[in-house]
């Protein structure tokens, strides 16, 4: 499987972990999560998004400098609903190519539900 982008601070497993692929958890449930969208505002950056794409995204969640999504602190201002309980994205359909790499059980997933508390 192609890797997919991580952020740097998704560090990588100890040598002899099971990689991404074999870790992934498609029962987790993001709506009850949010974790991954609350953890750096370093992390919803732009990468390869087209011009296209990102004049879609409504312009109250991006940021100042137009090289991500705003956030507050380290919450994505996109986010909606209380983390580990019951979460959306206000910008799903046209969210950063970020988000929708991030996969339920992968390294940054995991790095972030873990800060959050969540197992
Ligand atoms: S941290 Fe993982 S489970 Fe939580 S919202 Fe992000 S991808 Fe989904
Ligand atoms: S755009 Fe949506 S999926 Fe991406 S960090 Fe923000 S709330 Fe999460």
Not at 33 to 38: D, E, M, R, Y
Not at 41 to 47: K, L, M, N, Q
Request: a negative charge; aromatic letters at 6%; hydrophobic letters at 35%.
């Amino acid at each position: 499987m192609a890797s997919h982008w991580a952020p740097e601070w998704a560090e990588p497993q100890p040598s002899g972990e099971p990689d991404d692929e074999a870790e992934l958890r498609p029962d987790w449930d993001c709506q009850s999560c949010g974790a991954c969208c609350s953890y750096s505002a370093e992390w919803p950056r732009f990468t390869l998004e087209t011009d296209e794409a990102l004049a879609l995204i409504p312009p109250q969640f991006v940021a100042a400098d137009e090289r991500g999504m705003r956030c507050e602190d380290n919450r994505c201002s996109a986010l909606a609903g209380k983390v580990g309980e019951h979460t959306a994205c206000q910008a799903y359909a046209v969210r950063p190519e970020v988000c929708r790499d991030c996969l339920p059980g992968d390294h940054a997933c995991r790095t972030a539900r873990a800060a959050h508390g969540i197992r």
